[in-house]
């Protein structure tokens, strides 16, 4: 079975913090990606990478930075946490190939709470 | 813009009636469609793809060109389908879209 694990299951930081947010995992995928999941509005794409050190703007990478150092991890970085950034977050990967015609196998989520 | 609507926010039905929830597609070109589902305290995770075409869990999907649909349809509902669904589309080079989501809720 694929394994994708997030680092936090719930996480409360301060407007200003620094935030990163964790994900490995284990099936040698290329393809990871990060999502924020809210209510009526779905899932959004913040970035996405196909490639260790390659990384792609989602539809909302305003606020939010990414590094994937190694092919099994993917980190989400918020500079400077601010309250509408209080979300679940998701990861994702995904093999290689086309990014967004395979299967994408999601983390449990980190449901990230900025007051 | 690619755009995928899911009309419905919450859908309840009856144990044992037809279910069918609607997913709507705006996409240029030739985009694989999939459902996704996310039952409580699990993680999200697909359904069901259209170039599968297979049944999952009594669930199939057609897709309608035509229409820009790929409903999802289950004849008879049961408790274990409620559950928050998600209708998405890609293309090769075109991120993946998600629906906003319906709740399904099948009442005993």
């Known amino acids: 079975d694929v394994k994708v694990t997030q680092s936090s299951r719930y996480l409360v930081k301060r407007t200003g913090e620094k935030v990163f947010l964790e994900c490995v995992q284990d099936m040698d995928h290329e393809n990871m990606f990060w999502y924020r999941q809210d209510p009526g509005l779905g899932l959004r794409l913040i970035y996405f990478?196909?490639?260790?050190?390659?990384?792609e703007k989602g539809d909302i990478p305003e606020g939010y930075s990414v590094s994937r150092e190694k092919k099994e991890r993917f980190s989400l970085i918020l500079e400077s946490a601010s309250t509408n950034q209080t979300s679940m977050y998701l990861c994702?990967?995904?093999?290689?190939?086309?990014?967004?015609?395979?299967?994408?196998?999601f983390g449990p989520g980190t449901r990230l709470t900025v007051l | 813009a690619q755009r995928v609507t899911q009309p419905e926010k919450l859908l309840s039905v009856f144990k044992g009636a037809p279910v069918e929830l609607k997913c709507n597609y705006s996409y240029s070109g030739s985009p694989e469609l999939f459902w996704y589902v996310q039952y409580s305290r699990q993680r999200l995770q697909l359904l069901l793809r259209h170039i599968s075409r297979e049944s999952i869990k009594g669930f199939t999907a057609d897709l309608n060109k035509g229409e820009t649909s790929f409903h999802l349809k289950k004849p008879f509902a049961q408790e274990e389908d409620s559950a928050m669904y998600y209708c998405?589309?890609?293309?090769?080079?075109?991120?993946?879209?998600f629906g906003k989501g319906t709740r399904l809720s099948v009442i005993a």
């Open positions: 994702a990967s995904s093999p290689g190939g086309s990014p967004f015609y395979n299967e994408q196998f």
């Open positions: 998405a589309a890609g293309a090769r080079n075109t991120p993946l879209v």
């Open positions: 990478s196909y490639d260790v050190k390659m990384k």
